[in-house]
T-cell receptor, first 117, second 109 residues
Framework: EAQVTQNPRYLITVTGKKLTVTCSQNMNHEYMSWYRQDPGLGLRQIYYSMNVEVTDKGDVPEGYKVSRKEKRNFPLILESPSPNQTSLYFC????????????????FGPGTRLTVL | SQKIEQNSEALNIQEGKTATLTCNYTNYSPAYLQWYRQDPGRGPVFLLLIRENEKEKRKERLKVTFDTTLKQSLFHITASQPADSATYLCVGRDDKIIFGKGTRLHILP
């Protein structure tokens, strides 16, 4: 089954304790992206990757890191989480970079609800 | 700044009627617009895409229009059902991906 998986689904942590949220897709997609979703603000892009070893900042990259060592995986790293990073996080993937593909669909993971105390 | 705006107020529609959701964009020229459905606590799911040179697209009970003069897309669900209750997101695609904040739709039995 084609899917994007994220782990963990729920995480409660404390300020300053490094954490990683994993994301994996089994569709051989080139483009992957991380979003956060907050009430009243909608989905905002954190980072994206156009292919292996190619990553770039989205709209709200501060406090986050990513890496893309393999095509299928795109982990999100919070080196020193703070309470303002409490949010619902989504990983998404699509076949190619949107627009270059002309008509592309993003497939979203199930979400990771992160609480930073 | 570039914006995709959707009605932030929830929309209540009687079952069986047509639900119409609005997406307006400003300072932006999306090559195409997408509509996604999102259920609470879950990831968005793609529904329909319409390109700037297309006036209308249909898929089963769904219809979307794209008016580049009005800078607006309308999303219609005909013969609405309680199972259609969800938040619907409009997404603009050009060099930049911009998400609208979504409109919550409630279909009342």
């Amino acid at each position: 089954e084609a899917q994007v998986t994220q782990n963990p689904r729920y995480l409660i942590t404390v300020t300053g304790k490094k954490l990683t949220v994993t994301c994996s897709q089994n569709m051989n997609h080139e483009y992957m992206s991380w979003y956060r979703q907050d009430p009243g603000l909608g989905l905002r892009q954190i980072y994206y990757s156009m292919n292996v070893e190619v990553t770039d900042k989205g709209d709200v990259p501060e406090g986050y890191k990513v890496s893309r060592k393999e095509k299928r995986n795109f982990p999100l790293i919070l080196e020193s989480p703070s309470p303002n990073q409490t949010s619902l996080y989504f990983c998404a993937s699509s076949l190619k970079l949107p627009r270059l593909a002309g008509s592309d669909t993003q497939y979203f993971g199930p979400g990771t609800r992160l609480t930073v105390l | 700044s570039q914006k995709i705006e959707q009605n932030s107020e929830a929309l209540n529609i009687q079952e069986g009627k047509t639900a119409t959701l609005t997406c307006n964009y400003t300072n932006y020229s999306p090559a195409y617009l997408q509509w996604y459905r999102q259920d609470p606590g879950r990831g968005p799911v793609f529904l329909l895409l319409i390109r700037e040179n297309e006036k209308e697209k249909r898929k089963e009970r769904l219809k979307v229009t794209f008016d580049t003069t009005l800078k607006q897309s309308l999303f219609h669900i005909t013969a609405s059902q309680p199972a259609d209750s969800a938040t619907y997101l409009c997404v603009g695609r050009d060099d930049k991906i911009i998400f609208g904040k979504g409109t919550r739709l409630h279909i009342l039995p």
